[in-house]
C-alpha cells in the first residue's frame, strides 16, 4: 500500500513539472511573437512557424 502511495506521488510531482516546463515554453514564445524585432523580421517568424 504504501509504495502504491509513494508511485502516485512520484506520477503527480512529473506531471507538475511537466505542466510548468510547457507554461514556460509558451511563455517564451509569446515573448517572442509580442516582440517587434521578431514581427519586422520574416526569417525569424517562418523559422518559429516551421
Known sequence: MRMMIMMMMMMVMVVMMMMVMMMMVLLVLVMLLMDSET????????????
Open 39 to 50: 514581427f519586422n523580421n520574416p526569417n525569424l517568424s517562418e523559422q518559429l512557424l516551421h
